[in-house]
Protein backbone atom coordinates (compact mmCIF):
# COMPACT_ATOMS: atom_id res chain seq x y z
CA UNK A 1 0.00 0.00 0.00
CA UNK A 2 1.51 3.13 -0.37
CA UNK A 3 1.10 5.21 2.02
CA UNK A 4 1.05 9.31 1.36
CA UNK A 5 2.35 12.21 3.62
CA UNK A 6 -0.96 14.46 5.34
CA UNK A 7 0.02 17.55 2.98
CA UNK A 8 -0.14 15.04 -0.37
CA UNK A 9 -3.80 13.75 1.13
CA UNK A 10 -4.81 16.63 1.51
CA UNK A 11 -3.66 18.63 -2.21
CA UNK A 12 -4.88 15.04 -3.53
CA UNK A 13 -8.34 15.27 -2.06
CA UNK A 14 -8.66 19.10 -3.56
CA UNK A 15 -7.59 17.65 -6.71
CA UNK A 16 -10.12 15.13 -6.85
CA UNK A 17 -12.78 18.14 -5.34
CA UNK A 18 -12.02 20.29 -8.45
CA UNK A 19 -12.19 18.04 -11.23
CA UNK A 20 -15.36 16.09 -10.45
CA UNK A 21 -16.80 20.00 -10.02
CA UNK A 22 -15.48 21.27 -13.60
CA UNK A 23 -16.92 20.93 -17.13
CA UNK A 24 -15.34 18.11 -18.78
CA UNK A 25 -13.16 20.16 -20.67
CA UNK A 26 -11.95 21.90 -17.81
CA UNK A 27 -11.70 19.14 -16.23
CA UNK A 28 -8.99 17.72 -18.41
CA UNK A 29 -6.92 20.77 -17.97
CA UNK A 30 -7.16 20.83 -14.23
CA UNK A 31 -6.21 17.43 -14.18
CA UNK A 32 -3.78 17.33 -16.50
CA UNK A 33 -2.05 20.55 -14.42
CA UNK A 34 -2.55 18.35 -11.17
CA UNK A 35 -1.48 15.40 -12.23
CA UNK A 36 2.14 16.35 -13.63
CA UNK A 37 3.23 17.83 -10.11
CA UNK A 38 3.28 14.58 -8.97
CA UNK A 39 5.91 11.47 -8.71
CA UNK A 40 5.35 8.93 -11.30
CA UNK A 41 4.10 6.40 -9.24
CA UNK A 42 1.16 8.45 -7.51
CA UNK A 43 0.82 9.93 -11.11
CA UNK A 44 -0.08 6.43 -12.46
CA UNK A 45 -2.43 5.85 -9.99
CA UNK A 46 -4.53 8.84 -9.58
CA UNK A 47 -4.52 8.85 -13.55
CA UNK A 48 -5.62 5.70 -13.03
CA UNK A 49 -8.12 6.31 -10.37
CA UNK A 50 -9.63 9.36 -12.33
CA UNK A 51 -10.17 6.90 -15.13
CA UNK A 52 -11.97 4.46 -13.10
CA UNK A 53 -14.69 7.04 -12.35
CA UNK A 54 -15.01 8.45 -15.70
CA UNK A 55 -15.70 4.91 -17.29
CA UNK A 56 -17.88 3.66 -14.56
CA UNK A 57 -20.33 6.70 -14.99
CA UNK A 58 -20.47 7.08 -18.34
CA UNK A 59 -20.73 3.27 -18.76
CA UNK A 60 -23.43 2.21 -16.74
CA UNK A 61 -25.89 5.25 -15.93
CA UNK A 62 -27.25 3.27 -12.53
CA UNK A 63 -23.79 4.63 -11.50
CA UNK A 64 -22.25 8.25 -10.09
CA UNK A 65 -18.96 7.42 -9.00
CA UNK A 66 -17.27 10.07 -6.90
CA UNK A 67 -14.62 7.95 -5.28
CA UNK A 68 -12.22 5.08 -5.47
CA UNK A 69 -10.19 3.21 -2.95
CA UNK A 70 -7.91 1.03 -5.10
CA UNK A 71 -6.68 -0.73 -1.86
CA UNK A 72 -9.49 -1.09 0.18
CA UNK A 73 -9.24 -4.89 0.19
CA UNK A 74 -6.12 -5.55 -1.19
CA UNK A 75 -2.65 -3.69 -2.40
CA UNK A 76 -2.74 -2.84 -5.60
CA UNK A 77 0.14 -4.53 -8.39
CA UNK A 78 2.24 -1.37 -9.95
CA UNK A 79 5.16 -2.26 -12.21
CA UNK A 80 6.18 0.11 -15.02
CA UNK A 81 3.06 1.69 -16.81
CA UNK A 82 0.33 -1.07 -15.35
CA UNK A 83 -1.60 -0.67 -11.98
CA UNK A 84 -3.90 -3.67 -11.42
CA UNK A 85 -6.26 -3.65 -8.12
CA UNK A 86 -7.52 -6.74 -7.81
CA UNK A 87 -9.46 -5.50 -4.37
CA UNK A 88 -10.12 -2.05 -5.13
CA UNK A 89 -14.00 -0.18 -4.31
CA UNK A 90 -15.30 2.70 -5.62
CA UNK A 91 -18.82 4.83 -4.24
CA UNK A 92 -21.33 5.88 -5.69
CA UNK A 93 -24.68 7.53 -4.25
CA UNK A 94 -23.62 7.28 -1.03
CA UNK A 95 -22.80 3.40 -1.33
CA UNK A 96 -19.90 1.41 -1.78
CA UNK A 97 -19.10 -1.20 -4.36
CA UNK A 98 -16.13 -3.97 -5.16
CA UNK A 99 -14.24 -3.34 -7.80
CA UNK A 100 -11.28 -5.02 -10.16
CA UNK A 101 -9.75 -3.17 -12.56
CA UNK A 102 -6.38 -3.02 -14.75
CA UNK A 103 -5.05 0.07 -16.23
CA UNK A 104 -2.23 0.52 -18.43
CA UNK A 105 -0.79 4.06 -19.32
CA UNK A 106 1.99 5.73 -21.39
CA UNK A 107 5.11 6.08 -19.64
CA UNK A 108 4.80 9.59 -18.73
CA UNK A 109 1.49 8.12 -17.09
CA UNK A 110 -0.84 10.85 -18.68
CA UNK A 111 -2.75 8.91 -21.54
CA UNK A 112 -4.67 5.74 -20.87
CA UNK A 113 -3.85 3.02 -23.41
CA UNK A 114 -5.49 0.31 -22.16
CA UNK A 115 -8.63 -0.24 -18.98
CA UNK A 116 -10.54 -2.76 -18.04
CA UNK A 117 -12.94 -3.24 -15.20
CA UNK A 118 -15.15 -5.40 -12.94
CA UNK A 119 -17.75 -3.73 -11.13
CA UNK A 120 -18.53 -6.95 -7.65
CA UNK A 121 -21.09 -6.72 -5.12
CA UNK A 122 -22.09 -3.79 -3.18
CA UNK A 123 -20.18 -3.74 0.48
CA UNK A 124 -22.45 -3.56 3.39
CA UNK A 125 -22.36 -0.27 5.80
CA UNK A 126 -21.39 -1.86 8.78
CA UNK A 127 -17.88 -3.26 6.80
CA UNK A 128 -17.23 0.26 5.59
CA UNK A 129 -15.18 1.45 8.64
CA UNK A 130 -13.54 -1.85 8.40
CA UNK A 131 -11.71 -1.32 4.71
CA UNK A 132 -11.77 2.84 5.82
CA UNK A 133 -14.37 3.03 3.44
CA UNK A 134 -16.55 6.69 5.02
CA UNK A 135 -19.67 8.27 3.29
Known sequence: MVVLPPMKKLFLAALASVTLALPAHAMDAALRAGLLKLDPETRLEQRCDAEVLDRISHDDHKYKADRVVAYAFATPEMKADVIRSPGAAFRSKGQWYRLKFKC???????????????????????DWAKYNLYD
Open 104 to 126: ETAPDHMEVLQFRYRIGDEIPEA
